[in-house]
């Protein structure tokens, strides 16, 4: 807020400050106007409430907004069931026992958060840098292919193998999303449409990868007649499962968590950080500040990449997925689920944890659906619904606050 | 490489391989050509796999209830452009991401779809076809182009119009000028994000017809993977067009064809491995926009979003 001079001449050396002002008096009504008399732009508000005050309306704001949104999201899709002859509240209850209320649900919908998150802790690394990385889908995928090659084709068995299968899918992640770096940072073409493109070309190229013996398709003895699937990771190459209160869960949900919280660390916390967010915020000021686009732009996108490749690798190796196996269609549209969660989770990491979860409940939730008589197809639209009810309050809020800033004249650019 | 080479030859010579060329091309051309409108006010569309979707729907339906297939246009331009709406009113009123709006839209579309096809089981049948007399004659390509359903005929109509709107009207200048300076745009009096909410509408309506060419003109029927990604083919037909109407219009035959040859080699005796095929658009249409990158230009302003006073 802008003090205007007037204030100075009306009350010299009063000890008065303008911004804790508490009741009216005479002089309220004079500050409207400037020394010359003229209306300054910003109104002078009378009995200005306190700062706590003021946030905790904006809290509530926030929260009413939200909540206000979701139930609308949950209504909408309540009464498509109902519209369709379905029972709404045997949906909900289907769903909340597929994903947490069941014996050992929680553990299923943890192996399926684990991808999820990885994936979007990814993607908040490429956002943060202002790069648009919609491609996660093909990177999971090749990330797959590359584990499921050197996890099964190389012959190598042990724990050891699993590292290798993992950091396999890393590179094969980084190099697909490096592909349209290089391309970004060499001949200008924008990563959000190659980004895109590589999705079908990565699907295409594992689908030939699985017809050919020679690349990823498990020996002829092993399989079904013209079954295009790739060998089962042997027993001991597989990431060890461990059982909690009776659900059971790969242990690279541990190392999904600690890598949200490594990477939300990196971003607040580092210079790498710090540029990152300098070029994704401005990427001309960043480059007169000797951050080279090309370095870390690219980077940023490796890293996103190399994130949902080692998702990739995870659900093969993590076995909620394909039964460790790589078969046509693996990343099972986890990829663009893992981008949703990372954008509604306004890139922050640490609340990625909370809506990969979410997400992954919905889910598991729907494989219960079937004895409800009502389609499995119904939580896509939920999902769908949620993820559009949640992108309004931010959208409303920043709007809101833009026109603010817009009238108070404060932020003319 | 000769046996490629020879089969190509056979495609080229064959009447029913331009039947089937046409048929995906003129679907991707409905998509494409709205597209194009909407990307050169500066939004980058994702939701035309959406939209197709929902205009296919739509147009089952109304078949369904009516059988009137000019209703089932109608519903197909409903159905389109109210998925437009969400797009457009989400990313250009709120400020809404574009993209994590259109990725949502398709997941939402095609669970919608794929829910109510089960519930409600939309039953319908190929339109039939009106020859038109002559030009039908031509030979090779003559059927393919002048002996279709009266809904193939109406991409005559779609695209010299959108090329007439964008190009000739007053309309048209301030949606180009929305798509490359939207700051210059705003001073001279145009509401930006109103003409780019306008340019999603137009690809709604033409993504719409789309959809309904696909299940009466194409399919015959409704199936949940009916358009299975080939939305994102119509909207990277735009891109490798680098931006023109005559360039999408050369990459929605291309794909086409690339499409089609799919089916026509093994029906004309030729073995060969569909998967790479299929990414062929895609990686043409990569490397084209490699190689060409210095000379075409995407819309200066492209998937960018307009917020007042921020640049």
């Known amino acids: ?378 939580t896509d639209v939920v999902q769908g619904l949620l993820v559009l009810a949640l992108l309004i309050p931010p959208a409303l809020l920043y709007l809101r606050q833009r026109r603010r800033q817009m009238n108070s004249g404060g932020d003319r650019t | 490489m000769i046996d490629f080479l020879g089969a190509v030859g056979d495609v080229l010579t064959s009447e029913a391989a331009y039947i089937n060329a046409l048929t995906f091309a003129v679907f991707l051309a409905f998509g494409a050509t709205g597209e194009w409108v909407a990307e050169r006010s500066g939004t980058l569309n994702i939701s035309l796999e959406g939209m197709f979707l929902a205009g296919a729907f739509s147009a089952a339906m109304g078949m369904h209830q009516t059988g009137n297939e000019g209703v089932a246009v109608l519903c197909a331009i409903v159905g389109g452009v109210s998925v437009a709406a969400v797009q457009a009113n989400m990313s250009h009123r709120l400020v809404a991401n574009q993209f994590v709006v259109g990725l949502t839209l398709n997941i939402l579309v095609l669970g919608l779809t794929s829910f109510l096809a089960s519930e409600l089981d939309p039953v319908t049948r190929q339109a039939g076809t009106q020859r038109i007399p002559l030009l039908a004659d031509i030979p090779l390509v003559g059927a393919a182009l002048f002996d279709r359903t009266w809904i193939f005929y109406l991409i005559y109509a779609v695209v010299p119009i959108c090329w007439w709107i964008v190009f000739r009207t007053r309309w048209g200048l301030e949606l180009r000028a929305t798509g490359e300076n939207p700051q210059s745009a705003d001073v001279s009096g145009i509401d930006v994000n109103k003409r780019r909410r306008e340019g999603i509408y137009v690809t709604g309506v033409t993504a719409g017809i789309g959809g309904a060419y696909l299940v009466l003109g194409a399919v015959g029927q409704f199936e949940d993977s009916i358009v299975g990604g080939r939305g994102f083919i119509a909207l990277i037909a735009v891109i490798f067009g680098g931006w023109t109407l005559r360039g999408t219009i050369a990459g929605c035959l291309l794909f086409g064809a690339v499409l089609s040859f799919r089916l026509s080699l093994p029906a004309l005796g030729y073995e060969l491995n569909g998967d790479l095929l299929t990414s062929l658009p895609f990686v043409v249409t990569i490397v084209a926009m490699s190689i060409f990158a210095s000379r075409v230009r995407p819309p200066a302003s492209l998937a960018q979003p307009f917020i007042r006073g921020l640049k």
Request: net charge neutral; glycine share 14%.
């Open chain 1, 1 to 378: 807020m802008t003090v205007e001079p007037g204030h100075a001449t009306a009350q010299p050396g009063s000890g008065h400050h303008p911004d804790h002002h508490h009741g009216v008096d005479a002089d309220d009504f004079k500050r409207e106007l400037g020394t010359d008399g003229t209306l300054t732009e910003e109104p002078y508000h009378p009995n200005p409430s306190t700062p706590t005050a003021d946030r905790l309306q904006a809290i509530g704001e926030v929260v009413f907004l939200y909540t206000v949104c979701i139930a609308a999201a949950l209504g909408l899709s309540a009464l498509l069931v109902e519209a369709t002859g379905g029972s709404s509240a045997e949906v909900f209850n289907a769903l909340l026992d597929g994903s947490i209320r069941g014996p050992g649900r929680i553990g299923a919908t943890i192996g399926v958060a684990v991808p999820l998150l990885l994936v979007a802790i990814g993607t908040i690394v490429s956002n943060r840098a202002g790069l648009v990385n919609i491609g996660q889908e093909g990177q999971l995928y090749i990330g797959a292919a590359f584990g499921a090659y050197f996890g099964t084709k190389l012959g190598w068995s042990g724990p050891w193998v699993i590292l290798l299968l993992l950091v396999a899918s890393v590179v094969g992640g980084a190099l697909w999303a490096g592909i349209a770096g290089a391309l970004r940072y060499t001949r200008n073409v924008p990563e959000v449409l190659t980004t895109l493109l590589l999705v079908t070309v990565a699907a295409q190229l594992v689908g030939y990868g699985l017809k050919n013996q020679w690349l990823l398709l498990a020996p002829a003895e092993g399989r079904a007649n013209r079954q295009q699937i790739s060998q089962q990771l042997p027993e001991n190459t597989r990431i060890p499962r461990i059982e909690m209160f009776g659900n059971e869960f790969p242990i690279s949900a541990f190392i999904a968590i600690a890598l949200a919280f490594l990477i939300a660390a990196a971003m607040a916390r580092t210079v790498w950080g710090l540029r990152l967010r300098m070029l994704g915020h401005n990427p001309r000021t960043a480059q007169r500040a000797g951050v080279a686009a090309s370095r870390y732009g690219g980077g940023a996108l490796l890293v996103s990449g190399a994130f949902a490749g080692l998702a990739g690798g995870m659900m093969l190796a993590g076995g909620d997925f394909g039964n460790y196996t790589l078969v046509p269609g693996f990343p099972a549209e986890i990829g663009w689920t893992g981008l949703l969660v990372a954008l509604v989770s306004r890139q922050r990491a640490s609340v990625a944890i909370v809506i990969a979860f979410v997400f992954a409940a919905l889910r598991t939730g729907s494989g219960f659906l079937a004895a409800t008589g009502v389609e499995r197809r119904i």
